[in-house]
């Protein structure tokens, strides 16, 4: 089945401590995306992208980073920087021009 | 810049009334996509439709219709017949030719009461 999985599905994170989120995609797809949602409200946009090896900051990227090696791979790292990254995270593909398609997302909560 | 408005934060409906979705778009584009995304309680976003922006035919798929109308940058969407697993929450989408410049709605929350 073609699909876009996310792990974990739920992860806790101390203060101070990276932690990276994992987006894969067999859908031939070339376009990734990560998106951060807070209770109750929409999705702002952290980091995309069109290609292999190239990247583009979204709208909230400070203190987020990721990575592009594959094409059916999105890491994205939450670092010690990211100041409230308590949140639920989506990942989704696109082909170009086209709608996109979302993964089961990832709660991250910070203790 | 883009921008999509859901005026609508919450709507509640008893089952087996009708419901209709606003949203209404700014862009500056004379080619661009619009898109309804269903997210029940589970989290995962669910695509329900999308239309370019020469298209203005409404779309109907089951209890679900869409109506689009350019003159008042409006795409709205309407649920028949609502059933209690339409609670969800729905968002628009609004993007330009090329697929970039995504830009969701805030979303509004329907809740069917049985």
């Known amino acids: 089945d073609g699909g876009i999985t996310q792990s974990p599905k739920y992860l806790f994170r101390k203060e101070g401590q990276n932690v990276t989120l994992s987006c894969e995609q067999n859908l031939n797809h070339d376009a990734m995306y990560w998106y951060r949602q807070d209770p109750g409200q929409g999705l702002r946009l952290i980091y995309y992208s069109q290609i292999v090896n190239d990247f583009q900051k979204g709208d909230i990227a400070e203190g987020y980073s990721v990575s592009r090696e594959k094409k059916e791979s999105f890491p994205l790292t939450v670092t010690s920087a990211q100041k409230n990254p308590t949140a639920f995270y989506l990942c989704?593909?696109?082909?170009?021009?086209?709608?996109?398609?979302f993964g089961p997302g990832t709660r991250l909560t910070v203790l | 810049a883009q921008k999509v408005t859901q005026a609508q934060t919450e709507i509640s409906v008893v089952e087996k009334e009708d419901v209709t979705l606003d949203c209404v778009y700014e862009?500056?584009?004379?080619?661009?996509?619009l898109f309804w995304y269903k997210q029940p309680p589970s989290g995962e976003l669910v695509f329900l439709i999308r239309r370019n922006s020469f298209d203005e035919q409404n779309e109907i798929s089951g209890r679900y219709s869409w109506n689009f109308q350019k003159s008042t940058s409006s795409f709205n969407f309407t649920i028949t017949a609502s059933q209690v697993v339409d609670s969800a929450v729905y968002f628009c989408a609004l993007s330009d030719n090329y697929g970039q410049n995504f830009v969701f709605g805030p979303g509004t929350r329907l809740s069917v009461l049985p």
């Open positions: 862009t500056r584009d004379t080619t661009y996509y």
């Open positions: 989704a593909s696109s082909r170009y021009y086209n709608e996109q398609f």
